[in-house]
C-alpha cells in the first residue's frame, strides 16, 4: 500500500501523535510506545480509543498517556512485585472503553500485546509516523537541546561501555 494511503487511513492516529509531541510536548519515545499500545489494543479489537482521545481536550489525551505508560510498565513486569498496584483502576483508558477497567486486566493480556507492541512500531507506526516523528525530534531539539544532547552522549557512552 502507497504511504499517502496508509497516512490517509492513518489521519486519527498521526493526529494523536502530533497531539502527544508537539502540543503536550510529551517525549518522542514515549508518544510512540504510547502509539503503539493503543493501536495494539485496536487491533486486539478495542477499537475507537484513538479516535476518542483526539476528540477530548488535551488533558483527556495526556491522562491517556499516563495511563498507558502505566500499561507498559505492568507489561514489561512478569510479576506485578512492586511496579504498580494491580487493582489500580484505569480511569481514562476506561472511559474509552466504556466499561470499569482494572490493571491486572491489561496484565492478563501481557502475551498478546507483547508479540503486537513490536510488531505494530515496526509495520505501522515507523510507516506512518516517521514524518511526524523527525519533526518532533526536530521540535524537541529546539525546545531542550541540552538534554537531548546529554541523552544521546549516555545512550553513546553505554554502548560503546558494553563494547569493552
Request: neutral net charge.
Amino acid at each position: 500500500m502507497a504511504i499517502e494511503c496508509l497516512e490517509m487511513f492513518h489521519g486519527i492516529d498521526r493526529t494523536a501523535f502530533r497531539m502527544l509531541t508537539q502540543v503536550l510536548y510529551r517525549e518522542v519515545k514515549q508518544s510512540l510506545m504510547v502509539m503503539a499500545f493503543l493501536l495494539s489494543l485496536e487491533t486486539m479489537g478495542l477499537n475507537g480509543i484513538v479516535q476518542t482521545a483526539v476528540k477530548n481536550e488535551g488533558w483527556f489525551m495526556n491522562s491517556l498517556a499516563d495511563e498507558c505508560v502505566i500499561c507498559l510498565q505492568c507489561l514489561l513486569s512478569q510479576e506485578f512485585s512492586g511496579v504498580v498496584d494491580k487493582s489500580r483502576k484505569l480511569e481514562t483508558l476506561g472511559h474509552v472503553l466504556k466499561t470499569d477497567l482494572m490493571l491486572y486486566q491489561v496484565h492478563r493480556m501481557r502475551s498478546a500485546l507483547l508479540t503486537l507492541i513490536p510488531d505494530t512500531l515496526s509495520t505501522i507506526c515507523a510507516r506512518i509516523l516517521g514524518d511526524i516523528t523527525m519533526d518532533a525530534v526536530w521540535l524537541e531539539y529546539h525546545r531542550t537541546p541540552k538534554e537531548l544532547l546529554v541523552s544521546t552522549h549516555r545512550t553513546s557512552a553505554y554502548r560503546l561501555h558494553q563494547r569493552h
